[in-house]
Nanobody, 111 residues
Framework: QVQLVESGGGLVQAGGSLRLSCAAS????????MGWHRQAPGKQREFVAR???????DYADSVKGRFTISRDNAKNTVYLQMNSLKPTDTAVYYC?????WGQGTQVTVSS
């Protein structure tokens, strides 16, 4: 059974940066099957970033150029580096491995 634990969220001013981590344990098929989503208050969960075939990554248009997904295979950990944060990035951020989701980590960006 796969377990995912996110960390690294917090309160940051607009223009700042945060790095989220997602530590995976259990029967991980492939770290490149993992991705990030987010859910803002009153809104549906939305896609943020994921690894794609060939070693590249896909990003939502709203974060392209500001966010970077990466992984450390030795640590079974996936990261989301978030730069130039905006108040509209405020949300609970979740990592997932297929249908398994972590508990989420809160990111709040103040203006």
């Amino acid at each position: 059974q796969v377990q995912l634990v996110e960390s690294g969220g917090g309160l940051v001013q607009a223009g700042g940066s945060l790095r989220l981590s997602c530590a995976a344990s259990g029967s991980i098929f492939a770290l490149n099957a993992m991705g990030w989503h987010r859910q803002a208050p009153g809104k549906q969960r939305e896609f943020v970033a994921r690894f794609s075939s060939g070693g590249s990554a896909d990003y939502a248009d709203s974060v392209k150029g500001r966010f970077t997904i990466s992984r450390d295979n030795a640590k079974n950990t996936v990261y989301l580096q978030m730069n130039s944060l905006k108040p509209t990035d405020t949300a609970v951020y979740y990592c997932n491995h297929f249908a398994t989701w972590g508990q989420g980590t809160q990111v709040t960006v103040s203006s």
